[in-house]
């Protein structure tokens, strides 16, 4: 807790202004009677008073307030009070009419006490929460003053209503760390296994809520350590052969985990191969040629999808391939807007 001392004498900027705002070197006072009736002595100085009160400073002489170069400033025993309704906080910031009283045994004021206002001997607390210590004000070096007290290391925070970890709130949800009473906590940090974070009960004194912490449960086949023993799967035989049953073929297989239900099952390692036309069941599905339908064209390559020339299908009959069904040929070339003899060419002359 660092105390401020005030805030700076008449500084550069206001002394300039005073000897080329007021209409040149202002008069030096040791009493307001010894300065002309609008203005008052300040620091030995005579500066113009204020239209708006008696206890304000016009800088600028102008006896009117504007929001660009009015000087206007409260002046009380501490100096600048920007807190007063007219002062111009943007033009007076910095400014003070009274010298500085810093922490540091001397009498920076002139006014007879050393290092008054700050507080010294008075008692305090430093930290916050359970953190915190008592101590005296003392001045501290570079004319500043704080709390002797020194505060006591933040703790784990705890549903008892205090603020253990200093942080200036009191039983804040999302403690983390805790695991569930009875709970092994030698298997934290291996496989799944982790800590949740505690959360305080709505009634005072009830005991909080350990949430989303993860324990050891049951192996599952999913390629993760899920009872926290440091091995993955092991109650699962993957990677290993198997037959594959795909109707009425076996294929070769590997077990792998199932995605959905966690399980151990067997999978063919290579695609089903192509239903041809051979009165078998190449893809193992109990099915016999049922995808060997093939498309078919027994006219002139050359003339395949040329103008009015397409090709059939030719359908599977008991493991044979049948006639070349719905295939369309070239024919000699007739008058109808149609390449029939299908060479490019439409409706040309014989």
């Not at 027994?298 to 030719?314: D, F, K, M, N, W």
Request: glycine share 12%.
């Amino acid at each position: 807790m660092k105390l401020l001392a005030h805030s700076t004498t008449l500084t550069a900027s206001l002394a300039m202004c005073l000897s080329g705002c007021v209409g040149g070197a202002p008069q030096d006072c040791f009493a307001d009677d010894e300065c002309p009736r609008t203005r008052a002595c300040v620091r030995g100085l005579c500066l113009t008073r204020s239209p708006v009160g008696p206890d304000l400073i016009d800088l600028d002489g102008g006896r009117t307030l504007d929001t660009s170069s009015d000087r206007t400033m409260p002046v009380n025993e501490l100096g600048l009070d920007l807190s007063a309704p007219r002062a111009d906080v943007a033009m007076d910031a910095g400014m003070d009419a009274r010298p500085t009283e810093l922490c540091n045994g001397i009498d920076d004021d002139a006014d007879g006490t050393e290092d008054e206002g700050l507080g010294l001997g008075m008692t305090c607390l430093s930290g916050r929460g359970e953190c915190r210590q008592p101590g005296l004000i003392i001045c501290v070096g570079d004319g500043l003053a704080d709390c002797s007290g020194i505060a006591t290391a933040p703790g784990i925070e705890s549903c008892d209503e205090l603020d253990n970890d200093c942080d200036g709130n009191v039983d804040e949800t999302g403690v983390s760390g805790c695991y569930p009473p009875g709970a092994n906590r030698a298997v934290i940090g291996v496989g799944l296994c982790a800590t949740g974070f505690e959360v305080c009960a709505d009634s005072p004194g009830a005991e909080p809520r350990c949430v989303e912490a993860i324990v050891p449960v049951a192996e599952l086949c999913n390629s993760l350590d899920d009872d926290c023993d440091g091995t993955v799967d092991e109650n699962f035989p993957v990677l290993r052969g198997c037959d594959f049953l795909a109707g009425a073929c076996v294929l070769p297989g590997v077990i792998a985990c199932d995605p959905v239900t966690l399980d151990a099952v067997c999978a063919a390692v290579e695609p089903r191969p192509l239903d041809i036309c051979n009165g078998e069941d190449d893809d193992c599905d109990g099915e016999l040629d049922e995808d060997s339908d093939l498309a078919c064209y027994t006219g002139s390559p050359e003339t395949r999808e040329i103008g009015a020339c397409v090709p059939g299908l030719q359908a599977c009959v008991n493991g044979q391939p049948g006639a070349c069904e719905g295939q369309v040929l070239p024919q000699g070339e007739l008058q109808n807007e149609l390449d029939d003899d299908c060479d490019g060419t439409i409706d040309e002359e014989p």
